[in-house]
């Protein structure tokens, strides 16, 4: 196993049963579009390990059931938007409803692609800006 394939069973043990070649071929797909110098030193292993079992997590769930690939039920759900307890009753806002774009919303339907947007959301963007004379 490589490093790569380590830290996403480390990061996502469900993902222990998952054949090494499968494993890396989904790391493969996340760093193949991704930028590494895009991504602070110690975030983009870990990101591209949430980012690669996200999408495990979603080729699952869409090989289990073609519906059941656009909830991921399994890993799916927001914060508690209502409590009652009368009834016990309990309601979990949609996580793809606070979504900015149609990319966040797809990768707010798994836990690992939620975890993968809060690394991003941390990144700092530098840009370089010449010096004017």
């Known amino acids: ?9 480390s990061l996502a043990p469900e993902m222990a049963g998952v054949s090494t070649a499968t494993l890396d ?3 493969l797909i996340a760093t193949g579009v991704h930028t590494a110098s895009a991504w602070s030193v110690g975030t983009y292993a870990t990101a591209m390990a949430y980012y690669a079992a996200h999408l495990l ?5 869409a090989a289990a059931s ?3 690939a656009s909830a991921a039920s399994a890993t799916a759900g927001g914060p508690v938007s209502s409590k009652r307890e009368g009834s016990r009753a309990i309601a979990y806002a949609s996580p793809v409803s606070s979504a900015g774009t149609a990319e966040e919303a797809q990768l707010m339907e798994t836990k690992y692609g939620r975890l993968y947007l809060a690394l991003r959301k ?5 840009r370089v800006v010449p010096a004017v004379p």
């Open 66 to 68: 073609p519906s059941a």
């Open 57 to 61: 997590t979603m080729a699952d769930a």
């Open 1 to 9: 196993m490589s490093a790569s394939t380590d830290l996403l069973i």
């Open 25 to 27: 071929q989904f790391i």
């Open 122 to 126: 941390r990144q700092v963007v530098m």
